[in-house]
């Protein structure tokens, strides 16, 4: 193989594959099985290696060093939280651009990078962290305060944070925590913390860094499910006015402070009604689905063409005049948990140019009611030449649709010795 690129893990389900592919490159993909992939996204790859083992970063090592051997490789690159890591250390290695390995530990661990931020004086929740429940349960019976964040200390798409407001919240939020970290080999630190409830608007910048180049794709605000849970039910993209303002500004002095040196970046805010911005989370990858497609139909782009071009060369292309579009979001979720029978939506819909659904659940699977973005069981994405116009046609396909979930009567228990249950 000349002219390689190594995937090691896809945050974005494979879609970089295709970008690379058409940009004349070979493609060989490593995963471990552990996150999503489509599998006409991988189909276009080269040579696919699936190991599990690529959880432990000396199996990935051995495994990218028997490639060297083999192929010319151009870079290596992840697009997944989880070996983003591992990756950086391995392009240092080999001598490819990559961002910091050191820098990109401290984003992976919510507790390091909390610390980080104190260090330079941001806008911080308080927040304790914790390795052991029992600690965590004194600390939540003496403190003052009985509304906290449970979050996984290096988790992703809301999985396992959820405001917990008594003891037992607690325990039980830790209870999946656990099940969650066996069931991913380790991937899923059993640590997390203990975080300040902060009220306000949540919003993201995209952007990407080289050598001190920085391009903005825009800021994109959230529509958030109700408490104790964290789902993110919507986006609109991108957003102008004094708000951007502030969290582009945020974003200059982040990549300062945080020397941010390479690649594309994923910065989660929390706007405060009194305008105090604060740094929820920082991952070093453009944000996930669906927002690629809502970046490219908005500003007339393909972010995974520019992206892929960018681990290649280390080069930011010039901005060309982008569109002046917008784009929105819904997500659709289950209110109970059960057997997806069929999703109803209108055909005419589906035929639509400014309009996308993507399914994300099949038929005759088991859904939960929604407790995190995993949960999501289609996304309805739209354009349009107002931000308003996109979020009214979001709406209206929204309002349409219609689910058929089979459940069984709730469990009956034994409240009488008279009763053999």
């Known amino acids: 193989m000349n002219r390689t690129v190594i995937l090691v893990e896809s945050g974005n389900r494979g879609a970089e594959i295709p970008s690379f592919r058409k940009l004349g490159f070979n493609v060989i993909y490593i995963h471990s099985g552990v996150i999503p992939y489509e599998q006409d996204n991988i189909a276009q790859a080269n040579k696919i290696i699936f190991d599990k083992g690529i959880i432990q970063y000396e199996r990935l090592a051995e495994i990218i060093s028997e490639l060297h051997n083999l192929c010319t490789i151009e870079t290596i690159c992840s697009t997944s939280d989880f070996f983003i890591t591992s990756v950086c250390r391995l392009c240092e290695k080999y001598g490819y651009r990559s961002l910091n390995?050191?820098?990109?530990?401290?984003?992976?661990?919510?507790?390091?990078?909390?610390?980080?931020?104190?260090?330079?004086?941001?806008?911080?929740?308080?927040?304790?962290?914790?390795?052991d429940l029992t600690v965590a349960v004194q600390f939540y019976n003496n403190a003052e305060k009985k509304e906290w964040i449970f979050k996984p200390v290096n988790g992703n798409e809301s999985v396992a944070v959820q405001l917990v407001q008594s003891e037992q919240e607690l325990r039980d939020c830790y209870?999946?925590?656990?099940?969650?970290?066996?069931?991913?080999?380790?991937?899923?630190?059993?640590?997390?913390?203990?975080?300040?409830?902060?009220?306000?608007?949540?919003?993201?910048?995209?952007?990407?860094?080289?050598?001190?180049?920085?391009?903005?794709?825009?800021?994109?605000?959230?529509?958030?499910?109700?408490?104790?849970?964290?789902?993110?039910?919507?986006?609109?993209?991108?957003v102008y006015g004094d708000v951007a303002e502030l969290v582009i500004e945020e974003t200059k002095r982040f990549i300062k402070d945080f020397q941010y040196n390479f690649g594309p970046c994923h910065i989660e805010y929390i706007v405060s009604p009194d305008n105090k911005i604060y740094i929820l989370e920082v991952n070093p990858r453009l944000i996930g689905p669906p927002n690629p497609w809502m970046i490219d139909r908005?500003?007339?782009?393909?972010?995974?063409?520019?992206?892929?071009?960018?681990?290649?060369?280390?080069?930011?292309?010039?901005?060309?005049?982008y569109a002046t579009n917008y784009s929105a979001c819904l997500e659709v979720t289950s209110p109970v948990s059960g057997y997806l029978r069929q999703l109803h939506i209108d055909s005419n819909y589906l035929a639509r140019n400014d309009a996308h659904v993507i399914l994300m659940k099949e038929k005759e699977e088991y859904i939960n009611s929604a407790t995190s973005n995993t949960d999501i069981l289609a996304r309805i994405l739209t354009t349009a030449d107002t931000i308003h116009g996109a979020q009214k046609l979001a709406k209206e396909i929204y309002d349409n649709i219609r689910l058929d979930v089979s459940i069984k009567p709730r469990e009956l228990s034994a409240q009488n010795v008279g009763w053999l249950i």
């Open 101 to 131: 390995s050191n820098i990109a530990a401290t984003f992976h661990y919510k507790n390091k990078f909390r610390e980080k931020q104190r260090k330079f004086h941001y806008n911080v929740p308080d927040f304790y962290s914790f390795e």
């Open 175 to 238: 209870k999946q925590l656990k099940y969650l970290s066996r069931y991913t080999g380790s991937l899923l630190s059993p640590s997390f913390l203990l975080e300040e409830y902060i009220v306000g608007n949540i919003y993201s910048c995209e952007f990407i860094v080289s050598d001190g180049q920085f391009q903005v794709f825009g800021v994109t605000n959230r529509l958030m499910s109700e408490l104790p849970y964290f789902v993110e039910l919507g986006y609109s993209f991108p």
């Open 298 to 321: 908005a500003l007339g782009i393909s972010v995974f063409d520019t992206i892929c071009s960018l681990y290649i060369t280390g080069e930011i292309l010039e901005p060309v005049n």
